[in-house]
């Protein structure tokens, strides 16, 4: 059993990251989940909303920084090179180095079921909490919140060709040898909620080309899919 903890305040949060909220109504909906909403009458909305627009605001920051700081890479690599960053994982990990858990208003259950490490539930806090700042302060503000995130992480991105997009060059390979595009079929799911693995296979027509396992299906996807790519030649083994 996860043992609950004190939840950082909007205040304190700001503060430990020098954001540059003066009001604080719209910070408190981005650190509220649902789950807190369903338990608390108090609450006037989750961070659905926020989520939504904090998605489009980080494409457009994430794009505009690719675009500026890679001036040589043509524009596959950059779509590629993007994914990466505003994949669900990575999110998650950028909300985990800012410790964006301690500030999540969540249920008392989803705090028992470690919601506040969950990968996805951190995501979707994330582009939150981008929204927020964003309908706030602008994009100035953002860029200069995600800016450093951005630089640490995506020369090392690069560097271990975490930018591959596994699952688009394995269907234009299906595409071209005229077979419909890949399926991909959850194959197990396992392990408590906040500790989740799925192990996804890939499938072309009736034959399975592939497996992966992570923690998140979409990751296990992109893992099976290079899995096929190996096996197809398509990709080196490492």
Known sequence: MVEETITETP???????????SDYFL???ALTHRSYLNE?????????????????VLDFIVAEWLYNHYPEKPEGDLTRLRAALVHTDQLANFARKINLGSALRLGKGEIQAGGRDRGTLLCDAFEALIGALYLHEGISAVNQFMIPLLTEVADLILMNHMDDDTKSRLQEWAQGQGFSSPKYMLITEEGPDHE????????????PFGRGIGPSKQTAEKLAAKTALVKLGILEPK
């Open 40 to 56: 608390n009458k108090d609450a006037i909305e989750d961070n659905e909303r926020l989520e939504f627009l904090g998605d489009a």
């Open 11 to 21: 205040e304190n949060f700001s503060k430990r990251l020098n954001l540059p909220f």
């Open 196 to 207: 989740k693995t799925f192990e996804m296979e890939v499938r072309i027509g009736t034959k």
């Open 27 to 29: 910070l408190t909906r």
